[in-house]
Nanobody
Framework: QAQLAESGGGLVQAGDSLRLSCAVS????????VAWFRQAPGLERECVAAISRDSSNAYYADSVKGRGTISRNNAKNTVYLQMDSLKAEDTAVYYCAAIEGQYYSWTYTSDRDYRYWGQGTQVTVSS
């Protein structure tokens, strides 16, 4: 059983940068493939970025490609999402998710793939 806790959200201006963090406890962190999802009011939850167990592969949604960077520090049991050049449409609740990944290099991008979820952190970008 894993527990996830996000931090780093807040109110920022358009064009600013933000780094979200997610601390993961439970089994050995390198066991988990992890991802960041977001959900804006009235919209479906979408996978923003995902990273494999060994960091060899990463996925980015088109909406954040070139502006977002997902990374993980297995020694600190933490996954990060760096978001640059923030836009008003990035406003959403951001969730961290984890699953025991079968393969070291796989990423998972469907919310149905993930077993463990954090409580979410609000990111609001004012224009």
């Amino acid at each position: 059983q894993a527990q996830l806790a996000e931090s780093g959200g807040g109110l920022v201006q358009a064009g600013d940068s933000l780094r979200l963090s997610c601390a993961v406890s439970g089994r050995t962190f390198s066991t988990y493939a992890v991802a960041w999802f977001r959900q804006a009011p009235g919209l479906e939850r979408e996978c923003v970025a995902a990273i494999s167990r060994d960091s060899s592969n990463a996925y980015y949604a088109d909406s954040v490609k070139g502006r977002g960077t997902i990374s993980r520090n297995n020694a600190k049991n933490t996954v990060y999402l760096q978001m640059d050049s923030l836009k008003a449409e990035d406003t959403a609740v951001y969730y961290c998710a984890a699953i025991e990944g079968q393969y070291y290099s796989w990423t998972y991008t469907s919310d149905r793939d993930y077993r463990y979820w954090g409580q979410g952190t609000q990111v609001t970008v004012s224009s």
